[in-house]
């Protein structure tokens, strides 16, 4: 799903689209990747991250994506969305490329 989505991203002004999974999320003492998102026994989590190289264009291509055809499933979603994380971050610190 995420290589189906992520062409379609990039199509409406993302920069930049990673998907990563479960590798090494270890439990933490007061928090964790796991009860953040309230996984369950068996289940893995999923970090994931679009750029966009404004707000402005993350807004309008947000709103493109979501109108896009080809981003309705076709069968059943393999993941919870409405335990998902949102959120938009302003740059603060970047020592890398893109």
Do not use: C
């Not at 799903?1 to 003492?29: C, L, Q, S, Y």
């Not at 026994?41 to 109108?67: H, L, Q």
């Not at 993941?79 to 970047?94: C, K, N």
């Amino acid at each position: 799903m995420a290589a189906k989505a992520a062409p379609i991203f990039i199509e409406h002004g993302a920069i930049r689209v990673v998907e990563t999974w479960n590798d090494d999320v270890p439990t933490g003492k007061v928090n964790d990747f796991r009860t953040a998102v309230i996984a369950k026994e068996g289940e893995s989590v999923v970090f994931s991250w679009i750029e966009w190289p404004s707000k402005a264009v993350r807004d309008e291509g947000m709103a493109k994506v979501m109108k896009d055809e080809r981003m309705q499933p076709d069968g059943d979603m393999p993941f919870s969305g409405e335990r998902l994380i949102y959120g938009g971050f302003a740059t603060l610190v970047d020592t890398g490329e893109g």
